[in-house]
């Protein structure tokens, strides 16, 4: 187990994160033995329940989407859970009556709650007493809605907590390859020196779901796949593929290579909006295998407004990193709910060789898979068997880490609750990466809202709004689908 005991306070402790994952990753760290036997998960919610209350709701609602339950009891005798409203102090008491008399533990505060909570929630821990030095606050994404947003929040959390204590969490990092992709690059010496704009004609980042959005609009009219899911997830793998090799592989290191990529992104402004970008929205069509609603006709409590005519469940960007090694290598940016299948990859797409003297040869593509199936697949050019003429085939070289590696794939959550347990911060966003990545964002948006435009419709199934492809046609390129 962990060498220390902690307090894991979950703030949104019965919402949607913390069922479909914070729980699931917890038990799973409990079942493997790397939970102290006196950790304790402390949900706060404005929903009234007690322990007993708490621990029916987790085992009805959790349980049934594990597979295996070898320690459960034991798992559930960990959770309590205390009623918080941030508007009402009283509330504060409850949990202290837990707290109080641990202050030595490592003590969590998860804000899996809204960012606009964020500052409050703080201020109710440290009024009500609860903030001592052995704590760290973990904060989800998205970190407010733009730059300005972005930093009230990161000061008002920076006056209660410092920044060594704080973890932006994005889950992405939290991924097996993603973390593979740092190894792939640095303890391998094979690719670093073609790893540049003399070899590599465009880099590709896709993250495709096949989900809408049921019953998010509260939340989803307010984002859009920009702010959801490009601003954090797809700029951080960009990032990672784009960097400089990092002296150490230490918190401070990897982050000071990561940030100054996203301050090397050429700004997006103006006009150049409307050529670089691209926004759609699903109408309704055939997604997992079903009927499914547009997203203005998904089922919810919240009708849709005039918000929703205009948030775009589907973004694509053209970036540019201006540094010496990607000088006019663009990298292609895409992610959308309700498209064919689930689908997340890094796509580098080397050039042609410098002299063919094979008719056929087609250049080498990289392709690191996230999800489903995680893998690394090169295509590299063969000839096909035969006495006669010479014959080109791009054939794969690949690496599946299920075929590979037997160990279970952890979840990304169980990665990250574990370094925040540890209070290792490498994997999570210092505070300038996400300002950068927001600077970077917000004239995309601005151009977006001040247009009367609205975004292209694209059947729910299909592979996105026409523009998404004439991005990368009108340089005669083309994304990479399915082989
Ligand atoms: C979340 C977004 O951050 O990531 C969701 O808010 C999205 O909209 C999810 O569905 C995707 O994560 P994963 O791990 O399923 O690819």
């Known amino acids: 187990g962990t060498a220390r005991p902690a307090d894991l306070i979950i703030f949104g402790g019965t919402g949607d994160l913390a069922m479909r994952k914070l729980l699931p990753a917890l038990y799973h760290s409990h079942r493997d033995g790397r939970l102290h036997a006196d950790s304790r998960v402390i949900a706060l919610s404005r929903g009234g329940l007690d322990d007993a209350d708490y621990r029916g709701k987790v085992d009805a609602e959790v349980r049934p989407a594990l597979s295996g339950g070898e320690g459960w009891d034991g798992f559930l005798r960990r959770l309590h859970h205390r009623t918080v409203d941030i508007a009402a102090p009283e509330g504060w ?20 709650s809204p960012p606009m909570t964020f500052g409050a929630f703080c201020r109710g821990a440290r009024e009500a007493g609860l903030v001592t030095p052995l704590s760290r606050v973990v904060l989800e994404k998205p970190l407010g809605r733009d730059l300005a947003s972005a930093q009230a929040i990161n000061d008002e959390v920076g006056a209660i907590f410092d920044e060594s204590q704080i973890f932006r969490i994005d889950h992405y990092l939290g991924k097996e390859t993603v973390q593979n992709l740092l190894v792939l690059r640095f303890a391998n010496a094979f690719l670093e020196p073609i790893w540049n704009s003399l070899w590599i004609d465009h880099v590709q980042i896709t993250v495709a779901e096949t989900v809408g959005t049921p019953g998010r609009r509260g939340y989803y009219d307010q984002a859009g796949a920009l702010r959801d899911m490009v601003q954090n997830h797809l700029l951080q793998l960009l990032c990672l593929v784009a960097m400089e090799p990092p002296s150490r592989n230490d918190r401070e ?6 940030v100054k990529v996203l301050q090397s ?77 689930r689908r997340s990859e890094i796509v580098v797409q080397f050039k042609d060789v410098p002299h063919a003297i094979f008719p056929g040869a087609s250049p080498n593509r990289l392709v690191l898979r996230l999800q489903p199936s995680e893998g690394i697949h090169l295509r590299l050019m063969a000839k096909e068997p035969g006495a006669g003429e010479v014959v080109l085939r791009p054939v794969p070289l690949s690496l599946s880490f299920a075929d590979t ?17 540890s209070g290792n911060p490498t994997l999570f966003m210092r505070r300038d990466e996400v300002e950068a990545a927001w600077r970077w964002i917000d004239p995309i948006m601005d151009h977006w809202n001040g247009s009367g435009m609205l975004p292209e419709p694209y059947p729910a199934g299909t592979a996105g709004p026409a523009g998404a492809h004439e991005l990368l046609a009108r340089s005669d390129r083309a994304w990479h689908e399915e082989d």
């Open 253 to 258: 290191a990897v982050r000071d290579e990561k």
């Open 93 to 112: 008491q409850g949990v202290a009556g837990l707290l109080d008399g641990h202050e030595d533990r490592d003590r969590i505060f998860y804000l899996a």
């Open 405 to 421: 590696f037997s160990a279970r794939v952890p979840d990304a959550y169980e990665r990250l609750l574990m370094d925040v347990m």
């Open 265 to 341: 992104l050429r700004p997006i402004v103006g006009s150049e909006v409307d050529r670089f970008t691209v926004r759609g929205q699903y109408t309704a069509g055939r997604a997992d295998g079903a009927e499914v609603p547009g997203y203005l006709d998904e089922p919810d409590k919240n009708q849709p407004t005039a918000e929703s005519l205009r948030v775009e469940t589907f973004a694509a960007v053209r970036a540019e990193v201006r540094n010496w090694r990607w000088a006019g290598v663009p990298f292609y940016l895409r992610s959308g709910k309700r498209l064919p299948a």
